[in-house]
Nanobody, 128 residues
């Protein structure tokens, strides 16, 4: 069983930056595609970015492309989301997501139905 714990959220002004981290425990981290989703108040949880098991393939939502960067360190069992040029509409709870061992890919994990493991979430608030 894999456990995921996010950190790094907070309050930032528009135009600022934050880096989210997600530390994994249990399982072999490099066997899992990983991703980030977010959920704004009153809205569904949506895909932000995913990364392959090796880290060589990434996907981004249109809203994140060019501003956010997902990366991973398999030795540290951690996935990151660097968020730059933040906007008020980026305000949401950000969730780390792990796919099914060996099976999920960075492509398939864009669909939240493919997520096998969720973190508890970390709040990101961007003020205007």
């Amino acid at each position: 069983q894999v456990q995921l714990a996010e950190s790094g959220g907070g309050l930032v002004q528009a135009g600022g930056s934050l880096r989210l981290s997600c530390a994994a425990s249990g399982g072999t981290f490099s066997n899992y595609a990983m991703g980030w989703f977010r959920q704004a108040p009153g809205k569904q949880r949506v895909f932000v970015a995913t990364i392959s098991r090796s880290g060589d393939t990434t996907y981004y939502a249109d809203s994140a492309r060019g501003r956010f960067t997902i990366s991973r360190d398999n030795a540290k069992k951690t996935v990151y989301l660097q968020m730059n040029s933040l906007k008020p509409e980026d305000t949401a709870v950000y969730y780390c997501a792990g796919g099914r061992e060996y099976y999920s890919t960075s492509l398939s994990l864009r669909n939240r139905n493919d997520v096998a493991y969720w973190g508890q979430g970390t709040q990101v608030t961007v003020s205007s």
